[in-house]
Nanobody, 126 residues
Framework: QVQLSESGGGLVQAGGSLRLSCTASGRSFRSVAMGWFRQSPGKEREYVAVTRRSGGIGYYADSVKGRFTISRDGAKNTMYLQMNSLKPEDTAVYYC???????????????????WGQGTQITVSS
């Protein structure tokens, strides 16, 4: 059974940092896209950061570029999101997602992902 499990969420003050982890079990995602998405109340799920494969470069939403860094450890089947200079508008439930796509035009679309974690809440206070 394939599972994605996120950890690292919580409450932080504006300007602070958090690091999210997403550990996959049941299969390897080394060669497919994995990414982070987020959803706030009343809003659609939006892409935050993705990589097309383990060791690949990261693609970032404009709203987080320069503040967030995505990385993957293929050996551990784990993905990370280092979030710095957090803002109140970053408050959302953050989800990790995996495969099967690797197509650049698709990887920022949440509909292209088959596997999802349960989500972890990030709250940034002002």
């Amino acid at each position: 059974q394939v599972q994605l499990s996120e950890s690292g969420g919580g409450l932080v003050q504006a300007g602070g940092s958090l690091r999210l982890s997403c550990t996959a079990s049941g299969r390897s995602f080394r060669s497919v896209a994995m990414g982070w998405f987020r959803q706030s109340p009343g809003k659609e799920r939006e892409y935050v950061a993705v990589t097309r494969r383990s060791g690949g470069i990261g693609y970032y939403a404009d709203s987080v570029k320069g503040r967030f860094t995505i990385s993957r450890d293929g050996a551990k089947n784990t993905m990370y999101l280092q979030m710095n200079s957090l803002k109140p508008e970053d408050t959302a439930v953050y989800y990790c997602a995996a495969g099967p796509t690797t197509i650049l035009s698709q990887v920022t679309n949440p509909d292209a992902y088959y596997y999802w974690g349960q989500g972890t809440q990030i709250t940034v206070s002002s």
